[in-house]
């Protein structure tokens, strides 16, 4: 009798140790991901599924002694490209005949690497490593990193054995349900990918051009309303705030993002314009990411973020002015 | 081969045959491969009638299957296992059962997220999704301008985008949104 309670100890061991090295091999495979998509030449297409919506993209990235070079452009329907590198980020929308200039802002590595926020990411998000799998004819592991309330999307990644590539990504809702799909069609690492690649191709001469000017940190001296959120979702925090002019506009904004480690959400305040007409009001969505616009003490806020309506609708009813 | 043959084989086709008849007339196409051709043919109008045919309708089944039985070696005699023989088989049984459950545990853990997954290719996620009021989703931009939604879309990407998990995609969702008519 005794011997068939060790066996029953020992089935019970075998099937818990690989749960608990589960979380630690996804977590350190994310880590290795983060790094190869950062620092690896890679050239592929992949399609992208979102509300209905199928697109097909190509991508070029590329590391040199200048950091990252990426472009992005799109295969089906109008031929928007983003290209980016460690001064600018260049989105051309030939649908609206204009060109969008931002600040690039350096990757910070998965977030997992610094305890503190892994500490945070643990309370809010489990990791689990799913096993093997196939993808874009190579072998992959599989990872999921799931949600533990209503205001944040889970992962499922397919992540290259090879290169630690990223091959598929799904974006799922609290209930495992795909929101957001990526999956590359092809996909290869390159020794060398010349500089030329990167240039946009613009066609036509009749393109608007929209810089954004550099955000500056707001001083409490200055003569402006302060905000605040009153109502936080578990682990957001905010990681970011400056006051600056997005590129086609004339007012400045109050910008701030808020973050659980995973999902960044984006909280702009402004002054509305003359014409305030065609302004988002209430929920939007777009796939995964979701808005949310209104009014507060006459100011117009915007949220935008990748996480789920509940978030975005939560925080931007709940923006203040601090006093 | 008669009319009233030919009828036969067509009412069996068909499934309208008297059983007693169809003893008979099985009994008669096992001997005349003209009445088994003729069985094939029917068979193969009914099918295209109703649009069950594969791509390539293989011809000439019964005849093949004719000559597969005929050259099929008669069953061997099955030997009794003898009686300790049996007992080892049926702890092997319960051993592997228990070896079974374990992988079985551990598997339906691993793969469980995944069934989510193969319900979306069916679609109905993405068909309650795209069932939602269009009016929710944002327009596309007015031509000349570039409207304050793509201001907020490539300002906040850059921040979402310096997030590691999200990889090399922030992007993604600005080139793919609303790219589709």
């Known amino acids: ?323 | 081969m008669t009319d009233r043959l030919k009828e036969q084989i067509s009412a069996m086709v068909d499934d309208e045959l008297p059983v007693a008849e169809q003893e008979l007339l099985v009994a008669r196409m096992a001997r005349d491969p003209e009445l088994r051709a003729c069985w094939g043919r029917y068979t193969l109008i009914s099918d295209a009638l109703r649009q069950h045919l594969p791509d390539r309708p293989s011809q000439a089944l019964a005849e093949r299957v004719m000559a597969a039985v005929v050259d099929e070696p008669a069953l061997a005699p099955v030997r009794r296992a003898p009686v300790w023989l049996k007992s080892v088989a049926s702890l092997a049984v319960a051993a592997s059962v228990a070896v079974v459950a374990v992988i079985a545990v551990q598997t339906v853990n691993q793969t469980t997220p995944s069934i989510p997954d193969s319900a979306m290719t069916q679609g109905p996620a993405y068909a309650t999704r795209s069932a939602q009021p269009v009016d929710t989703e944002w327009k596309l931009p007015a031509r000349g301008t570039a409207t304050p939604l793509d201001d907020y879309l490539v300002n906040h990407n850059e921040y979402a985008a310096s997030n590691g998990v999200q990889g090399m995609l922030p992007y993604v969702r600005i080139v793919g949104y609303h790219n589709s008519p």
């Open chain 1, 1 to 323: 009798m005794r011997m068939w309670k060790v066996c029953g100890w020992c089935l019970l061991l075998l099937a818990a140790g690989p749960a608990l090295a589960s979380a630690d091999d996804a977590r350190q495979w994310l880590q290795k991901m983060s790094h190869a998509v950062e620092t690896l030449n890679y050239e592929g297409t992949f399609v992208y599924l979102h509300a209905g919506h199928m697109d097909a993209m190509h991508i070029i990235h590329r590391y040199g002694p200048d950091g990252e070079q990426e472009r992005l452009v799109s295969l089906t329907g109008a031929a928007r490209e983003v290209i980016r590198n460690n001064r600018t980020v260049t989105c051309v929308l030939p649908d609206s005949k204009s060109v969008v200039v931002n600040k690039s802002l350096p990757r910070t590595p998965f977030p997992g690497v610094l305890p503190d926020n892994l500490e945070r990411l643990t309370r809010n998000y489990s990791f689990q490593a799913l096993g093997s799998d196939r993808m874009t004819g190579m072998a992959a592991r599989v990872i999921a990193i799931k949600p533990k309330d209503r205001f944040r999307y889970g992962h499922r990644l397919w992540l290259a054995k090879d290169n630690d590539l990223l091959l598929k990504s799904d974006l799922t809702d609290q209930h495992g349900v795909p929101v957001e799909q990526v999956m590359f069609t092809h996909l290869t690492v390159k020794d060398h990918i010349p500089e030329s690649v990167f240039k946009p191709k613009l066609k036509g001469k009749d393109f608007t051009w929209y810089r954004s000017t550099g955000a500056k940190v707001p001083s409490a001296s200055e003569d402006t309303v302060q905000w605040q959120v009153a109502d936080l979702p578990s682990g957001f925090r905010l990681v970011h705030h400056s006051r600056h002019r997005l590129p086609s506009g004339e007012n400045l904004v109050d910008h701030m993002v808020y973050s659980d480690g995973l999902a960044t959400v984006s909280v702009y305040i402004e002054k509305p314009d003359a014409d305030d007409r065609g302004r988002l009001q209430g929920v939007s969505s777009m796939g995964a990411l979701n808005a949310y616009g209104g009014m507060v003490d006459g100011y117009r806020v915007t949220v935008v973020g990748e996480v789920p309506e509940a978030t975005v609708k939560m925080i931007g009813q709940s923006v203040r002015r601090a006093h």
